[in-house]
């Protein structure tokens, strides 16, 4: 796509996306996090202490089955609707090992529609076993909030960090409660913020087979403070003179380059867009470089190419599955 045709693309979702923004300033920092420096206390702050029990509601779908699911959050917010994990999902009745895809949603998403649209159907056809998780402070999961993901990343530093936390730990649970209820190949998609957050799953889970990321973060503090997507969490910090410095020290747990991933390189697909106006191809290449250079797809779009090239991201992500899982760990 013509770069100056997506930045276009790109500035005009980013005015939509504006829409909607906090009515009351979010702002809080009661967060230490002076002990959390080391990898091993990160893999701490990460760790799922039990797999929690999952429960399942499904239905008859033709051939397959379809329904949704929840469990308790092994991590604790505080809020009610929050605490309950939940997707919705599409298994398969083929008979074979069971392939496993977990597609996480981005910010701010209030449906579904655009991540079925680039996946669900050709999953479905794979015979794959298809999750959708939702993510904190989304969804149902956000009763109390204006829109649908506005309290997992805000001004409110510390229930940022908990809701990404939340995030990981989460998926984790479904992951090894799969692994060990289901047997079978996991395989990680996470698309815009679901890629920030897969990324970061990897780091501390060695259950996944295989690892996509779409149009993914590295450093969510740098995307906030330098990006036009946090636009308005910036201008809630800066009036509570709250820097660049100290947000990037607080939230320094959450980035993705700072530990390697627990999957070897060669089960990572990394996608980007080279005009992307959400997320700075420069921080998508600080993560790239860290993590030793896996497999990486530039394409010539913005952030809205999740939409646009939506079936090149499909095709992509697909060939790149079934060669991780014919060839085994080569």
Request: aromatic share 12%.
């Amino acid at each position: 796509m013509n770069k100056w045709l997506s930045m276009l693309i790109d500035k005009v979702g980013l005015h939509f996306f504006h829409y909607n923004k906090s009515m009351h300033t979010q702002f809080r920092n009661d967060f230490d996090l002076h002990s959390f420096t080391s990898n091993q206390n990160r893999l701490s702050f990460y760790q799922l202490n039990k797999i929690p029990n999952i429960l399942f509601e499904l239905k008859d779908q033709k051939y397959d089955l379809s329904g949704s699911y929840n469990y308790n959050s092994p991590i604790y917010s505080g809020d009610t609707d929050n605490d309950m994990a939940k997707g919705i999902c599409y298994l398969s009745q083929n008979g074979r090992e069971p392939v496993h895809v977990i597609i996480v949603h981005g910010w701010r998403s209030d449906c579904l529609k655009k991540f079925k649209l680039i996946y669900l159907k050709e999953m479905q056809k794979k015979g794959y076993n298809v999750y959708f998780p939702t993510l904190p402070y989304h969804f149902d999961r956000a009763t109390s909030s204006l829109y649908s993901g506005e309290y997992m990343i805000s001004a409110n530093i510390c229930r940022t960090i908990t809701a990404i936390r939340q995030a990981v730990v989460e998926i984790r649970a479904l992951i090894q409660w799969l692994k060990q209820n289901k047997g079978g190949k996991v395989v990680l998609i996470g698309v815009s913020l679901g890629g920030y957050i897969s990324n970061l799953i990897s780091l501390y889970e060695k259950e996944i087979d295989v690892l996509v990321s779409v149009m993914y973060a590295n450093n969510l503090s740098y995307e906030i403070w330098h990006t036009p997507i946090g636009k308005y969490i910036k201008q809630d910090l800066q009036k509570h003179n709250f820097t660049y410095h100290q947000l990037q020290r607080c939230w320094s747990i959450l980035r993705a380059d700072e530990a390697q991933p627990m999957i070897p390189k060669e089960k990572i697909l990394l996608i980007s867009g080279i005009y992307d106006q959400y997320v700075r191809k420069q921080d998508a290449s600080n993560l790239w470089n860290g993590w030793g250079k896996p497999r990486r797809l530039l394409y010539a779009c913005g952030h809205a190419g999740i939409i646009f090239n939506r079936r090149q991201i499909a095709k992509d992500t697909l060939e790149f599955i079934e060669n991780c899982i014919t060839n085994g760990s080569e």
